[in-house]
C-alpha cells in the first residue's frame, strides 16, 4: 500500500536497528543520572510556564528498555553499568529517547508528529542536549477527514457543519428543538419573560421605605422558577428526540462517520473501507492535499489543521 507512495517502513524491533542504535543506548545508559536531571529542570520548566509534560518522570528509571523473558523491562540507573557491560543483550529506546535515537541512525530532515508526539518534543529536546546528540526538528503531519457523499448529503440537509458533530448532545438538541412546534417554542420562552417580568414587578411593589422581601430572597425565587422553566424545556426537547426518530439516526451516522466514539474520524476508522467505496482516487486526492501541507512547511509556513476533505460519489 505505501510502496507506490514512496514511503519506506523500517521495523524498529529488527535486529539490524537495534544494533545500530546500541551505541547510543549505552551512552544514554552512562549518561542516566544527568538525563534524569536535565528531565526532571524541564519538567520545573514546562509546569512553571502552566504546562503539563506529557511524559511523567521517573525517578532511578533510565530511558532505555531490555528484555527478560520476552518482556521489555525498563533499566533502573542503578544497572545501569552492568547492562552497558552485557554484549548481546538487547536495548531499546523510550518514548523520549527513540526521536534521537532514530536521527542518529537514520539521514532526517525532520520529525513528522501528531499533535501528542509534538506536546512530548519539548521534553526530546532536553534528552538531546543531554546526550550531547542533535535534536529531532518536529514538524505537525497532515490529517483530514474524509466527507463522503451520504455524509455530505446530511450535513446540507441540517445546515450543519463538520465540527458541529464533535458535541452530538449539542446537535440534537438544537434540531429537536427546530423540530418543535412554533408555538410550543413561543410558548416556553413566553413563560420565561413573564418569570423575570413577574419577579421585576413585586420588587417594584414592595415598599422602598420598608421593603419586606430582601434582595437575595427574590433573586433566589427567580433564578428557582427560571431553573424549573429550563428543566421543563429540557423535558420537551427530550420528547421530541424520542419522537424525532429520523432526525435521531440521522445525527447517529453523521457523529459515527465524522466522529466515532468522540474522537477524529482518522482516530477510530480504518481507512480500508473507503478505499474499497472509491478506489485510489481517494489516495490521489489525500496526496494532492498533503503535498500543499509539505510544501508550505518546507516554506517555513504552516496550514491549518484536519482539513475537511470532500469526496464525491462516483
Known amino acids: 500500500l505505501l510502496e507506490p507512495l514512496g514511503v519506506p517502513v523500517l521495523d524498529a524491533s529488527h535486529v539490524a536497528v537495534l544494533e545500530a542504535e546500541r551505541p547510543l543506548m549505552e551512552r544514554a545508559l552512562q549518561l542516566g543520572r544527568e538525563i534524569e536531571q536535565a528531565l526532571a529542570t524541564r519538567t520545573a520548566e514546562l509546569e512553571s510556564g502552566g504546562h503539563k509534560p506529557q511524559v511523567a518522570d521517573v525517578p532511578g528509571m533510565s530511558l532505555v528498555f531490555t528484555r527478560e523473558d520476552g518482556r521489555k523491562v525498563r533499566i533502573p540507573l542503578a544497572d545501569a553499568s552492568r547492562d552497558v557491560a552485557r554484549d548481546g543483550e538487547p536495548l531499546s529506546p523510550n518514548v523520549l ?3 534521537v535515537a532514530e536521527r542518529s541512525i537514520l539521514p532526517t530532515v525532520a520529525y513528522v508528529a501528531g ?11 532536553a534528552v ?17 477527514t474524509i466527507v463522503e457523499p451520504h455524509v455530505s448529503t446530511l450535513l446540507a440537509r441540517y445546515a450543519l457543519q463538520r465540527e458541529d458533530l ?4 449539542a446537535v440534537s438538541g438544537r434540531l429537536a428543538r427546530e423540530s418543535m412546534p412554533v408555538a410550543l417554542t413561543d410558548a416556553l420562552r413566553a413563560l420565561r419573560e413573564r418569570i423575570e417580568q413577574g419577579s421585576a414587578a413585586v420588587a417594584a411593589a414592595d415598599d422602598r421605605e420598608a421593603p419586606l422581601l430582601a434582595p437575595d430572597v427574590l433573586a433566589g425565587t427567580q433564578r428557582q422558577m427560571l431553573w424549573r422553566a429550563d428543566r421543563l424545556e429540557r423535558r420537551v426537547v427530550a420528547a421530541a428526540k424520542r419522537r424525532a426518530t429520523t432526525l435521531m439516526r440521522d445525527v447517529g451516522a453523521m457523529r459515527g462517520a465524522l466522529y466515532p466514539g468522540g474522537v477524529r474520524q482518522e482516530r477510530a476508522l480504518n481507512l480500508m473501507p473507503m478505499l474499497a467505496r472509491h478506489g485510489a482516487a481517494l489516495i490521489a486526492d489525500m496526496r494532492v492535499r498533503a503535498r500543499e501541507h509539505a510544501e508550505a512547511l518546507v516554506q517555513g509556513e504552516t496550514l491549518v489543521q484536519g482539513e475537511t476533505l470532500p469526496v464525491d460519489g462516483a
Open 97 to 99: 529517547l527513540r526521536p
Open 166 to 169: 464533535a458535541n452530538p448532545d
Open 115 to 125: 499533535p501528542g508526539e509534538i506536546a512530548y518534543f519539548a521534553q526530546v529536546s
Open 128 to 144: 538531546a542536549d543531554a546526550l550531547g546528540a542533535a535534536p529531532p526538528l518536529a514538524v505537525p503531519r497532515w490529517s483530514c
